[in-house]
C-alpha cells in the first residue's frame, strides 16, 4: 500500500482492511512499553492538515506519527494564509512543495482530500471530509469490535443516529460489510437517507426492531453543523426515542457492547452512565486509533515519497492548472 491514497472505505479491498488491522494489531504492543517509540518512519514528514475541528483523529495522528519516529507538522488553519484567502489548492502546493510523506486532511466539504490527492506527491490520508468518509474511523472501530468479540464476519451491528449526515456511519456501513457483518441502520426517517439500503443494510425506524439480538450497537452524534433543517422535534423528544440507556440496551444480545466514535452529547444520543461504563467501549476505541493510524502511516508512508509518483502527481497537476 506504499504511496496510496487512503481516501475510504468503499475503496478498499477485504485483503487490504484485513492487513491494517493486523498491521494494527501489531502496533499495539508498542503502545503498552515504557518507551513508546519505534524508528519505522524515522526522517519522514507528516503534515496534519485539519479545516474543521478535532479532538480525537489529530492527536492520535499526532501520536501515530511520532510513536513511529516521524517528524509530525500540525497545520493550523486559523494561523495560515488561509485567513489570508489563500485557495485550497495553493495552499496543498505550497505544503507539497516541502516534500511530506504523507499529508492527513479533514474538510468539512466532501472530495477535498480527493482533489488533493489527484495534485499532491505525497499519499493522501482523509480524516474525515463532509459527511462523506472517515476511514481510519471505520478501521478503529473494526479493531475494537475484533479485540472485543474475536471476529467481525457473523455479528450483527446496529447504528443509529444522524446515518445521513455521519462520515463515520457511511465509512462503518461499508467497513462493517465488507467483513461480513450484517449492518442495520436506524433513527428518525428524516435521518435516514432515501435509498440506504442499496449499500446492504437493513432500515429501522423503530430502535427495539433494530437493536434486537445486536452484538453491537453504534451511536452516532447529532451533527449540529450539518443539519440544514430541523430533522427530529426537539433534542428532548430524540433522546427519549433513540438515546441509548441501559433500558433500551436490554433488546439487545446479553454481551452486546457499546460503541460511540466521540464527541458523545451526553444525555442525548448516550446516557451519561452508558457513556462511562461497560458494556461501553468508547475508550478503547480511542486507544486503538493510535495503532490504527500508525498502521495507516506505515502502511502508506512507510518507504517514503515515491519519486516517480510525485512526478507523475505534479505533471497533472501542472497540466490541470
Ligand atoms: C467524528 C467526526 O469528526 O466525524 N469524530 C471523530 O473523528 N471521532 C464524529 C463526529 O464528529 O460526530
Do not use: W
Amino acid at each position: 500500500m506504499i504511496g496510496r491514497d487512503i481516501l475510504g472505505i468503499e475503496d478498499l479491498s477485504r485483503d487490504e482492511i484485513e492487513l491494517i488491522l493486523e498491521t494494527a494489531e501489531r502496533m499495539q504492543e508498542i503502545g503498552t512499553r515504557e518507551v513508546k517509540k519505534v524508528p519505522t518512519l524515522r526522517g519522514r514528514t507528516l503534515i496534519n492538515l485539519f479545516f474543521e475541528p478535532s479532538t480525537r483523529t489529530q492527536t492520535s495522528f499526532e501520536i501515530a506519527g511520532k510513536r513511529l519516529a516521524a517528524d509530525v507538522v500540525n497545520f493550523s488553519v486559523g494561523s495560515s494564509s488561509v485567513t489570508k484567502r489563500e485557495t485550497l489548492l495553493d495552499t496543498a502546493k505550497t505544503l507539497d512543495a516541502m516534500d511530506p510523506d504523507c499529508v492527513i486532511v479533514r474538510h468539512k466539504v466532501a472530495g477535498v482530500p480527493h482533489r488533493l490527492a489527484a495534485v499532491l506527491g505525497a499519499p493522501v490520508i482523509n480524516a474525515g471530509d463532509g459527511a462523506h468518509e472517515h476511514p481510519s474511523q471505520a478501521l478503529l472501530d473494526l479493531l475494537t469490535v475484533k479485540e472485543q468479540k474475536g471476529r467481525i464476519e457473523g455479528l450483527t451491528v446496529t447504528i443509529i443516529g444522524d446515518i445521513a449526515h455521519s462520515r463515520v456511519a457511511r465509512s462503518n456501513i461499508y467497513g462493517f460489510s465488507k467483513l461480513g457483518a450484517e449492518v442495520r441502520v436506524a433513527g428518525p426517517p428524516t435521518m435516514l437517507p432515501v435509498g440506504i439500503e442499496s449499500l446492504g443494510v437493513k432500515r429501522y425506524t423503530n430502535l427495539r426492531e433494530a437493536i434486537e439480538g445486536a452484538d453491537v450497537v453504534m451511536a452516532l452524534r447529532i451533527q449540529m453543523e450539518r443539519l440544514e433543517g430541523a430533522c427530529f422535534p426537539s433534542v428532548r423528544e430524540y433522546a427519549a426515542t433513540f438515546g441509548l440507556d441501559r433500558a433500551k440496551l436490554r433488546f439487545a444480545k446479553e454481551d452486546a457492547i457499546v460503541m460511540h466514535p466521540g464527541p458523545v452529547n451526553r444525555g442525548v444520543e448516550l446516557s451519561h452512565e452508558l457513556a462511562d461504563h461497560r458494556p461501553s467501549v468508547i475508550l478503547d476505541q480511542v486507544r486503538n486509533g493510535v495503532a490504527l493510524r500508525m498502521a495507516l502511516l506505515y502502511l502508506v508512508a512507510g518507504r517514503g515519497r515515491k519519486a516517480g509518483e510525485a512526478e507523475s502527481r505534479a505533471a497533472r497537476a501542472a497540466g490541470e492548472a
